[in-house]
């Protein structure tokens, strides 16, 4: 079965660092372009990230410089460092893949809850 | 970075009306990169429509898309009870960064 599984949310206080990851399953992570999306209570979809299958990465403006996209093919899991985390990085964190661009990205991950909060 | 603006932010239909959501860009976006999502309450994100007329797998016909440049449109032809939701289209193209826009809810009348 084609799937992905977030995991790593949780309560952080603001400054801190957190470490998201997104096991993948029925198909290759390295092969794939790979993206970030959060969700922010209540408020729509906002793009994160995303690393191409060559392995460039891009960010939003939002996290540049703060948080790094990364994969680890021995393990085909996808993952989202998170630094210098503010209260407004509180978000529901989904991963999800394309095969190619054009084909859109079709499977999605059910999210991981980041709540940065003194 | 480009801007998506989707109308109307409400749609209040009934089942078995035809919704028609549209998605304005500030610049130019390649059809190739266009995608519609729809989003259920506390539910991930699912791919509806790629290449901006697409159907991706599994989403019946009476979900279509279309436009190019600049002016966008997902239609619904008859709503059933499990199209009301919130849409967002979203550009993906060959210069991140990427955008979403704001979403539109398609509620019951």
């Known amino acids: 079965e084609v799937q992905l599984v977030e995991s790593g949310g949780g309560l952080i206080q603001p400054g801190g660092s957190l470490r998201l990851s997104c096991a993948a399953s029925?198909?290759?992570?390295?092969?794939?372009?790979m993206t970030w999306a959060r969700q922010a209570p209540g408020k729509g979809l906002e793009w994160v990230s995303v690393?191409?299958?060559?392995?460039?990465?891009y960010y939003a403006d939002s996290v540049m410089g703060r948080f790094t996209i990364s994969r680890d093919n021995s393990k085909n899991t996808l993952y989202l460092q998170m630094n210098s985390l503010r209260v407004e990085d509180t978000a529901v964190y989904y991963c999800?893949?394309?095969?190619?661009?054009?084909?859109?990205?079709?499977?999605w991950g059910q999210g991981t809850m980041v709540t940065v909060s003194s | 970075e480009i801007v998506l603006t989707q109308s109307p932010g409400t749609l209040s239909l009934s089942p078995g009306e035809r919704a028609t959501l549209s998605c304005r860009a500030s610049?130019?976006?390649?059809?190739?990169?266009l995608a519609w999502y729809q989003q259920n309450p506390g539910q991930a994100p699912r791919l509806l429509i790629y290449g901006a007329s697409s159907r991706a797998t599994g989403i019946p016909d009476r979900f279509s898309g279309s436009g190019s440049g600049t002016d966008f449109t997902l239609t619904i032809s008859r709503l059933e009870p499990e199209d009301f939701a919130v849409y967002y289209c979203q550009q993906y193209g060959s210069s991140p960064p990427w955008t979403f826009g704001q979403g539109t809810k398609v509620e019951i009348k």
């Open positions: 690393i191409y299958s060559a392995g460039t990465p």
């Open positions: 999800a893949r394309a095969s190619w661009l054009g084909n859109g990205f079709d499977i």
């Open positions: 029925g198909f290759i992570v390295s092969s794939s372009y």
């Open positions: 610049q130019i976006v390649s059809s190739s990169y």
